[in-house]
């Protein structure tokens, strides 16, 4: 148990459906992430929220939407996603500094596994 | 940027046996180093880390050491067990100000074989 959890474990749904993923954690954190795991590829970082600051990766489509509406809980909406976006989505967070010091370690949690039809 | 090239799997091992994973990274100055660890199902659980050149992170019978001077972070066992059955990430972690390339960098995983 890393203290950070999320819902649902497994979701299956369909082109055209809307869903929502979510994440929360218990740690007192100040920063959290959406992470994309699919098979045979690297980990993609898809979305930051840290020190109330939104930081995305430009390539991340449209069709994922994240909401961070405070420091505790994360959603990705997801929206008439394609057969290639089934992958674990993983959400993680940290307890970030300022002044450009270390930061800390990234606690994950179990994942999300998506499958879309 | 950043990278993080990790051997490429799986490793298949007898219980007992000496594990090596190796990494090597390609970073400016002097970054964090982390070794995640993913078991079946499960999402990444942090094995250990190191933030400084010659430091060694260990944890449940594994170690790693920071070498500045080959830019590497292997990840080794003594001895191990069909427990340890897993996928193996290396990562790392740059300094400074957070924006969207200075966050955490992950190698390719290792997925790890270990046979009764």
């Known amino acids: 148990e890393t203290g950070v959890t999320q819902t649902p474990r497994h979701l299956v749904m369909g082109m055209t459906n809307k869903k929502s993923l979510k994440c929360e954690q218990h740690?007192?954190?100040?920063?959290m992430y959406w992470y994309k795991q699919s098979a045979k590829k690297p980990l993609e970082l898809m979305f930051v929220?840290?020190?109330?600051?939104?930081?995305e990766n430009n390539s991340v489509p449209s069709r994922f939407s994240p909401e961070c509406p405070n420091s505790s809980h994360l959603f990705l909406h997801l929206h008439t996603l394609q057969p290639e976006d089934s992958a674990l989505y993983l959400c993680?967070?940290?307890?970030?500094?300022?002044?450009?010091?270390?930061?800390?370690?990234?606690?994950f949690g179990p994942g999300t596994r998506l499958t879309v039809l | 940027g950043d990278s993080v090239t990790q051997m490429e799997g799986p490793v298949t091992l007898s219980e007992e046996a000496f594990l090596t994973i190796n990494c090597t990274y390609t970073?400016?100055?002097?970054?964090?180093l982390f070794w995640y660890v993913q078991y079946p199902g499960e999402g990444l659980q942090l094995l250990l880390k190191?933030?400084?050149?010659?430091d060694k992170g260990s944890n449940k019978g594994f170690e790693a050491t920071y070498r500045k001077e080959t830019t590497s972070f292997h990840l080794e066992k003594g001895s191990v067990q069909v427990s340890d059955s897993a996928v193996y990430f290396c990562?790392?972690?740059?300094?400074?100000?957070?924006?969207?390339?200075?966050?955490?960098?992950f190698g390719g995983g290792t997925r790890l074989m270990v046979k009764p």
């Open positions: 993680a967070s940290s307890q970030e500094t300022s002044g450009g010091t270390l930061r800390d370690t990234q606690y």
């Open positions: 740690l007192g954190h100040n920063a």
């Open positions: 929220y840290s020190l109330e600051e939104r930081v």
């Open positions: 970073a400016t100055g002097y970054p964090s």
């Open positions: 190191a933030t400084k050149a010659d």
């Open positions: 990562a790392l972690r740059g300094r400074g100000w957070v924006n969207a390339g200075n966050m955490l960098t």
